[in-house]
């Protein structure tokens, strides 16, 4: 089945730098991978999402990159806040409905 | 998007009870899972929750822990039953509209004691 690896576990920028979290996946026939952003007692909340027919996708200071070839894909953070402070969880999806999830990086931004 | 929200936000309950947890999604969704999430873990699914039959239980879980209810495309329940300290976690729904999108609602806090 599908297996997700997520890294870093923990990273901490600067305010104002950019934040690069990479995950990897096994199964070739994923074809959906979404970003939850998961804040101290709250739920999971997506932040951004790629389909396999599509390399790259932005919003705002927010953006996905896909390599299907490698079979990984990455989270950038431009021009980090306070406020991305938080655990972030990448995730991809077989060719059914569940979602196989990462394990999280913790993302800390210092002022 | 969808808007999902879950009753109780969090409960102190004794060792040997049961608790149910309910979910409401604010428009029809195809999927609704839940799942339970350690602190400082990943999520792991419990079950998809059927409307209208018995959910599909992932390993390790079975329905005479974690029976499911799915009445209709916007509700659903998670019991945890003969609960034990071990049951103490987040426990979260989503719901999904067919695009595999899921949406996830704040989550229940539970401690069993």
């Known amino acids: 089945g599908e297996n997700v690896e997520q890294h870093p576990s923990t990273l901490s920028v600067q305010e104002g730098d950019s934040a690069v979290i990479k995950c990897t996946y096994s199964?070739?026939?994923?074809?959906?991978f979404p970003w939850y952003k998961q804040e101290l007692g709250k739920g999971p909340q997506l932040i951004i999402d790629i389909r396999s027919n599509v390399g790259e996708k932005k919003d705002q200071r927010i953006a996905v990159t896909l390599n299907k070839t490698a079979k990984h894909f990455s989270l950038h953070i431009t021009e980090t806040q306070p406020e991305d402070s938080a655990v972030y969880f990448c995730a991809a999806s077989p060719v059914n409905y569940q979602l196989i999830w990462g394990a999280g990086t913790k993302l800390i931004i210092k002022p | 998007s969808a808007v999902i929200s879950q009753k109780p936000s969090r409960d102190i309950c004794q060792r040997g009870t049961s608790l149910t947890i309910q979910c409401q999604v604010d428009s029809q969704v195809t999927m609704m899972f839940w799942y339970r999430q350690q602190p400082g873990q990943s999520l792991t699914l419990i079950a998809t929750?059927?409307?209208?039959?018995?959910?599909?239980?992932e390993s390790g879980f079975v329905i005479d822990k974690f029976p499911i209810s799915r009445p209709n495309l916007t509700f659903s329940t998670l019991t945890v039953s003969n609960m034990s300290p071990e049951d103490s976690s987040i426990y979260l729904c989503?719901?999904?509209?067919?695009?595999?999108?899921?949406?996830f609602g704040p989550g229940t806090r539970l401690l069993v004691l």
């Open positions: 199964d070739s026939a994923s074809n959906y």
């Open positions: 929750a059927n409307q209208g039959s018995e959910a599909t239980y």
């Open positions: 989503s719901g999904s509209g067919g695009e595999k999108t899921q949406y």
